[in-house]
C-alpha cells in the first residue's frame, strides 16, 4: 500500500502570513497519463472534510485561489499565500494511484 | 447540489453487524463517472478509506477489512449501504459516505460528503 506522510503534524500561524504544508508518497503517484493523484482536503471543526485541491494542483470549484498546491517528484505542498481566521482545522493529503485510496496523518493549523 | 445522508444505527454490540444506508439526493447515483465510497474516521484520527461501489456494482475494497466488509448499491432507490461484521471497539468512528470521482481527469476526488455518522461499538 502507499503511505502518505504529512508535515508538519501542527501548525500555528499568523493571519496576513503564508503557510505551507508538506506531503511526501512512499511511491510516485503519476499515471499513465501524466496526471499526479494527490487530493487535499480541508476539515474544519465539527465538520467532514471538503475538498481543496485534487490532482495534484487543480483548485476545487468554489476554493479561494490563495490556496495552491504543487508537485516535486513524490514530494506535494499546499501553499497558503494569506492565511485567513476561517483557513483553521486539519488538512489531509490523500493518494488516488492505486486502491486503497490513503490519507495522510494530518496538519493541524490554528491561529498563533 | 447533490447531498449524501448517512442512516443507521449509533450503538452497535461487539462482535455484531453495522449497516449503514447512505441516500442520495439532487442527482443521480447511476453515474458512469462515479464511485460511491465509505470511509470513517476514528476520534481524533485522520480518515480511513473502506471501499467503493459503481452503479453497475462493482467493489472496491481496503485490503485491511476486506474479509469483513460488503458495500452494495440500489440505483432504484438511490442508495448505497455498508456492512461491516464482527465488529470491536476498534471499529468506533464516525463513518461518512462520499462521492468518488472516477473520471480520468479527477481520478478519486471526493468532492460531496454527507455529515457522517457517528457509530460506537461498545456493550
Known amino acids: 500500500d502507499i503511505v502518505m506522510t504529512q508535515s508538519p503534524l501542527s501548525l500555528p500561524v499568523t493571519p496576513g502570513e503564508p503557510a505551507s504544508i508538506s506531503c511526501k508518497s512512499s511511491?510516485?503517484?503519476?499515471?499513465?497519463?501524466?496526471?499526479?493523484?494527490l487530493d487535499w482536503y480541508l476539515q474544519k471543526p465539527g465538520k467532514s472534510p471538503q475538498l481543496l485541491i485534487y490532482?495534484?494542483?487543480i483548485r476545487a470549484s468554489g476554493v479561494p485561489d490563495r490556496f495552491s498546491g504543487s508537485v516535486s517528484g513524490t514530494d506535494f505542498t499546499l501553499k497558503i499565500s494569506t492565511v485567513e481566521a476561517e483557513d483553521v482545522g486539519v488538512y489531509y493529503c490523500m493518494q488516488a494511484l492505486q486502491t486503497p485510496w490513503a490519507f495522510g496523518q494530518g496538519t493541524k493549523v490554528e491561529i498563533k | 447540489q447533490l447531498q449524501l445522508q448517512e442512516s443507521g444505527p449509533g450503538l452497535v454490540q461487539p462482535s455484531e453487524t453495522l449497516s449503514l444506508t447512505c441516500t442520495v439526493s439532487?442527482?443521480?447515483?447511476?453515474?458512469?463517472?462515479?464511485?460511491w465510497a465509505w470511509i470513517r474516521q476514528p476520534p481524533g484520527k485522520g480518515p480511513e478509506w473502506i471501499g467503493s461501489i459503481s452503479y453497475v456494482g462493482t467493489t472496491y475494497y481496503n485490503p485491511s477489512l476486506r474479509s469483513r466488509v460488503t458495500i452494495t448499491i440500489d440505483t432504484s432507490k438511490n442508495q448505497f449501504s455498508l456492512r461491516l461484521s464482527s465488529l470491536t471497539a476498534a471499529d468506533t468512528a464516525r463513518y461518512y459516505c462520499?462521492?468518488?470521482?472516477?473520471?480520468?481527469?479527477?481520478?478519486?476526488?471526493?468532492?460531496?460528503w454527507g455529515q457522517g455518522m457517528l457509530v460506537t461499538v461498545s456493550s
Open positions: 490532482s495534484g494542483s
Open positions: 511511491q510516485s503517484l503519476v499515471y499513465i497519463n501524466g496526471i499526479n493523484y
Open positions: 439532487g442527482g443521480s447515483i447511476s453515474s458512469t463517472t462515479d464511485h
Open positions: 462520499a462521492k468518488e470521482d472516477r473520471r480520468a481527469s479527477a481520478r478519486g476526488r471526493l468532492e460531496y
